[in-house]
T-cell receptor, first 113, second 115 residues
């Protein structure tokens, strides 16, 4: 089974802190994604990586950056956390080929106080 | 650009009743289509997918969905709902060409099941 693992289920951080959310997949997938989920807004794409060291901005990249130094790991970085970044963060991965679906991690619920 | 609309924010059904969740997509060519389920506090789990071929696809947990090109729809159905089906359901679309792509998700439908 494909496994996408997010390093934390719950995080509480203070305003202004630098926050790292880690995601690891074990199936050699080329594509990895970070989504943010808020009630009534569904899943919104923050960043997308289609291969190692490659990244593209999604719909809401402001206040975030990402790092993909190894194929299996995709990190989301909040440079200076703010209260409006309190949310559920979902990581996903998929094989970079036709007819493949995305697999999701269990999510990280981040609270910024 | 591709997009997905789930017209119903909430759906309430009684246990044992049938269920249909609506999904409409916008895409210029044949899409890939997916339904995911999210239990409270969890990530998304794939229920079923359509890539090509038979327009009625079967998924896990007794769900099925039908691709109707003429209506740009991919509605999810289940003949008899169980209390454990209470969750958030997401429809997603991806382009049926190329390798790397970004799946686009609808805003989700929250299913409430009454005993």
């Amino acid at each position: 089974d494909v496994k996408v693992t997010q390093s934390s289920r719950y995080l509480v951080k203070r305003t202004g802190e630098k926050v790292f959310l880690e995601c690891v997949q074990d199936m050699d997938h080329e594509n990895m994604f970070w989504y943010r989920q808020d009630p009534g807004l569904g899943l919104r794409l923050i960043y997308f990586s289609y291969d190692v060291k490659m990244k593209e901005k999604g719909d809401i990249p402001e206040g975030y950056s990402v790092s993909r130094e190894k194929k299996e790991r995709f990190s989301l970085i909040l440079e200076s956390a703010s209260t409006n970044q309190t949310s559920m963060y979902l990581c996903a991965s998929r094989k970079g080929a036709r007819r493949t679906e995305a697999f999701f991690g269990q999510g990280t619920r981040l609270t910024v106080v | 650009a591709q997009s997905v609309t789930q017209p119903d924010i909430h759906i309430t059904v009684s246990e044992g009743a049938s269920l249909e969740l609506r999904c409409n997509y916008s895409y210029g060519a044949t899409p890939y289509l997916f339904w995911y389920v999210q239990s409270p506090g969890q990530g998304l789990q794939l229920l079923l997918k359509y890539f090509s071929g038979d327009t009625l696809v079967q998924g896990i947990k007794g769900f099925e969905a039908e691709f109707k090109r003429s209506q740009s729809s991919f509605n999810l159905r289940k003949p008899s709902v169980h209390w454990s089906d209470a969750a958030e359901y997401f429809c997603a679309v991806g382009p049926a060409s190329g390798g790397s792509y970004i799946p686009t998700f609808g805003r989700g439908t929250s299913l409430i099941v009454h005993p």
